[in-house]
């Protein structure tokens, strides 16, 4: 028996000629700030001038404001936007607490994009990790658990060499006296 079509979900979006493309959500949590990039396109065959408002919601509860601005799109083409705003009584999310905002981004045409976020910021200094400015310590490793028959000594060995070599890992294994098995 053949099977052909859609296996998975189906979504099916329309949007007005004028629309928000895409958004890219930039929390700061060391400058106390939300940066919202937004790309809007412009399929009609004519210039369009929009006004681009954004409001932040915590359930259903607008939380932060961000400023109104108006964009000139040529027909045919996409803009880009930049909207900031400071944000200093915000509530950060971790992975010990995943707390999540949503971005509603309206158009004077008439469309709408909600974007789920979570407020938090995740940056490198020298070998030190940072979260929400608080050093972390990633204390992971991963494997492909699937092929079971090839844990043995000599694949133990590999894959903590190429831990080390990549700067992931300091290494305990004794090389000499981890058996053969290659």
């Known amino acids: 028996m053949d099977y ?20 890219f959500i930039k929390p700061s949590v ?26 932040v919601q915590d359930k259903n509860t607008n939380v932060l404001d961000l400023p109104t601005h108006r964009v000139s799109i040529v027909a045919g083409q996409a803009a880009k936007a930049t909207v900031r705003q400071s944000w200093p009584g915000l509530r950060l999310w ?8 949503h971005l509603e981004s309206a158009l004077s045409t008439g469309d709408m994009k909600r974007t789920r976020f979570g407020f938090r910021e995740f940056w490198i200094e020298g ?3 940072f979260l929400n400015r608080r050093k972390i310590h990633l204390l992971a490793t991963t494997s492909d658990g699937f092929f079971i028959a090839q844990i043995c000594p000599g694949y133990v060995r590999r894959s903590a060499k190429r831990t080390r070599t990549n700067g992931c890992a300091k290494s305990t294994i004794n090389e000499e006296h981890s058996g053969s098995g290659e």
């Open 94 to 101: 971790s992975h010990k607490d995943p707390y999540l905002y």
């Open 30 to 55: 060391r400058n106390r700030e939300l940066v919202v990039e937004y790309t809007l396109a412009n399929e009609s065959s004519r210039d369009a001038n929009v006004q681009l408002r954004a409001v």
């Open 127 to 129: 070998h030190e990790f």
């Open 4 to 23: 052909y079509g859609i296996w998975d979900d189906v979504t099916l979006l329309a949007h007005p000629a004028v629309y928000i493309k895409d958004v």
